[in-house]
């Protein structure tokens, strides 16, 4: 296993002597030194190695670096620290833990905390850089703070229309600029006043979401119904909670959702993701009607997750390609005899299966799997109290079976 050989080091917006003596001296006997065009700029004159710039795309510099691999000691140079939202991540993908040794300083985020007062551990740390705007939207809680690292001077105002069009343009939105430089600056306004503002590309956001604001649907699983677009066609908020919590979504995990409909459950297995951005969860929806999936998309969009792959197409006539599911969902298309065999084939060991039926042929057809297989056989009945004359009676919905497997580990299905 080849040993450490590349620094990585984190340089903030004062260069070259805001960073200590053990630092500068890597730098200065580094070989090869890698960075943005900023960063190799604040520290020109140090050591006379070969300076290679990021590119897009940034594959003739990780060949350089992979040239260089074992050799006499390089360094990268990032911003903050390379392992929050930074370099690393890509780094990690191409080299060994054991060939990288990490040199962070203070990050623009944690400096952003800093100047506005905000306890770091209780504000949510986000990067737009490279990501579509329409993700924020999965973060929108009344009361939350939030700190973005932007893509650029554009992107505070981009950021305050969006906001103020999800209905939370009482949001105070905070922008610094070239923090921790000589430049620094720092200006607030309402996110309803964000419009044509224009400010330094280097910049990181704050916001403040208006505590009484009524937009948007908290962070918890099983939103409203009425958060979503749909035809009927829709796992209802209660079930959803029950199927999501079998479900049980965890960092980097994989979900098929099959005959998707609204999109409901898939777009909430990726909001559980929100805690985890450098291991997001992925999903995939099958559907095979073009007005659903239409609806489905929008869904997607307007509650914050545009990265759901979505298949148009009937299963099993189509299925993801890729790696294996580590959950399955199926609420439509339980009767198709093949359908629950060959997702059981393609679930990863650990993987669970969730299966939700509402008639009797789709009970019968659990009943006979549950036989099979094992699993957890389940017959849900939620009532909820409606309006009956003057007063109150409860209404039942439609008792809902379910059938939960997970693959074991050893021994096959």
Same mark, same amino acid.
């Given at each position: 296993?080849?040993?450490?050989?590349?620094?990585?080091?984190?340089?903030?917006?004062? %260069?070259?002597?805001?960073?200590?003596?053990?630092?500068?001296?890597?730098?200065? %006997?580094?070989?090869?030194?890698?960075?943005?065009?900023?960063?190799?700029?604040?520290?020109?004159?140090?050591? /006379?190695?070969?300076?290679?710039?990021?590119?897009?795309?940034?594959?003739?510099?990780?060949?350089?670096?992979?040239?260089?691999?074992?050799? =006499?000691?390089?360094?990268?140079?990032?911003?903050?620290?390379? *392992?929050?939202?930074?370099?690393?991540?890509?780094?990690?993908?191409?080299? #060994?833990?054991?060939?990288?040794?990490?040199?962070?300083?203070?990050?623009?985020?944690?400096?952003?905390? /800093?100047?506005?007062?905000?306890?770091?551990?209780?504000?949510?740390?986000?990067? *737009?850089?490279?990501?579509?705007?329409?993700?924020?939207?999965?973060?929108?809680?009344?009361?939350?703070?939030?700190?973005?690292?932007?893509?650029?001077? @554009?992107?505070?105002?981009?950021?305050?229309?969006?906001?103020? %069009?999800?209905?939370?343009?009482?949001?105070?939105?905070?922008?610094?600029?070239?923090?921790?430089?000589?430049?620094?600056?720092?200006?607030?306004?309402? @996110?309803?006043?964000?419009?044509?503002?224009?400010?330094?590309?280097? #910049?990181?956001?704050?916001?403040?979401?208006?505590?009484?604001?009524?937009?948007?649907?908290?962070?918890?699983?099983?939103?409203?119904?009425?958060?979503?677009?749909?035809?009927?066609? *829709?796992?209802?908020?209660?079930?959803?909670?029950?199927?999501?919590?079998?479900?049980?979504?965890?960092?980097?995990?994989?979900?098929?959702?099959?005959?998707?409909?609204? %999109?409901?459950?898939?777009?909430?297995?990726?909001?559980?993701?929100?805690?985890?951005?450098? +291991?997001?969860?992925?999903?995939?929806?099958?559907?095979?009607?073009?007005?659903?999936?239409?609806?489905?998309?929008?869904?997607?969009? +307007?509650?914050?997750? =545009?990265?759901?792959?979505?298949?148009?197409?009937?299963?099993?006539?189509?299925?993801?390609?890729?790696?294996?599911?580590?959950?399955?969902?199926?609420?439509?298309?339980?009767?198709?005899?093949?359908?629950?065999?060959?997702?059981?084939?393609?679930?990863?060991?650990?993987? +669970?299966?969730?299966?939700?039926?509402?008639?009797?042929?789709?009970? @019968?057809?659990?009943?006979?799997?549950?036989?099979?297989?094992?699993?957890?056989?389940?017959?849900?009945?939620?009532?909820?109290?409606?309006?009956?004359?003057?007063?109150?009676?409860?209404?039942?919905?439609? =008792?809902?079976?379910?059938?939960?497997?997970?693959? =074991?580990?050893?021994?096959?299905?």
């Amino acid at each position: 296993m080849t040993g450490h050989w590349l620094d990585v080091v984190g340089i903030g917006a004062d %260069g070259a002597k805001g960073l200590g003596d053990e630092l500068r001296a890597l730098i200065e %006997g580094a070989h090869l030194v890698v960075g943005g065009r900023r960063h190799l700029a604040m520290v020109d004159g140090l050591g /006379a190695g070969e300076r290679v710039a990021w590119s897009s795309p940034m594959d003739a510099a990780f060949e350089r670096l992979v040239a260089q691999r074992g050799r =006499p000691p390089a360094v990268v140079l990032a911003s903050g620290d390379p *392992l929050w939202f930074g370099i690393s991540r890509l780094l990690l993908q191409r080299f #060994n833990v054991s060939e990288l040794r990490f040199h962070p300083t203070v990050s623009a985020l944690q400096l952003a905390a /800093a100047r506005l007062g905000w306890p770091l551990a209780d504000c949510l740390c986000l990067s *737009l850089h490279g990501r579509p705007l329409a993700s924020l939207a999965r973060h929108l809680a009344p009361g939350r703070r939030l700190l973005v690292l932007t893509a650029d001077g @554009a992107s505070p105002a981009a950021i305050g229309e969006f906001l103020a %069009g999800a209905g939370h343009g009482h949001a105070t939105l905070t922008v610094l600029e070239h923090l921790g430089g000589p430049d620094e600056h720092r200006v607030s306004f309402r @996110a309803d006043e964000a419009a044509a503002r224009r400010f330094a590309d280097l #910049n990181t956001l704050g916001i403040e979401l208006d505590a009484g604001a009524v937009a948007g649907h908290g962070v918890s699983q099983g939103l409203p119904d009425d958060a979503y677009i749909h035809d009927g066609q *829709l796992t209802k908020q209660d079930m959803r909670a029950i199927t999501l919590a079998h479900l049980a979504p965890r960092p980097g995990e994989r979900l098929w959702d099959i005959g998707a409909g609204a %999109g409901s459950i898939a777009i909430e297995w990726l909001l559980a993701g929100r805690s985890c951005p450098d +291991r997001p969860l992925t999903a995939v929806a099958v559907e095979a009607r073009p007005e659903r999936l239409a609806m489905l998309i929008e869904n997607a969009h +307007r509650l914050g997750v =545009p990265e759901l792959e979505v298949i148009e197409g009937k299963a099993p006539d189509v299925l993801p390609e890729g790696p294996a599911p580590h959950a399955i969902f199926i609420g439509g298309g339980v009767a198709e005899p093949s359908l629950i065999d060959l997702c059981l084939d393609r679930l990863a060991v650990g993987g +669970r299966l969730v299966v939700n039926a509402v008639t009797l042929g789709g009970e @019968a057809r659990l009943l006979d799997l549950r036989r099979r297989h094992g699993g957890e056989l389940a017959r849900i009945a939620i009532s909820h109290a409606e309006g009956l004359g003057r007063t109150l009676g409860w209404k039942a919905k439609a =008792p809902v079976t379910q059938w939960v497997f997970t693959r =074991p580990v050893a021994g096959g299905l």
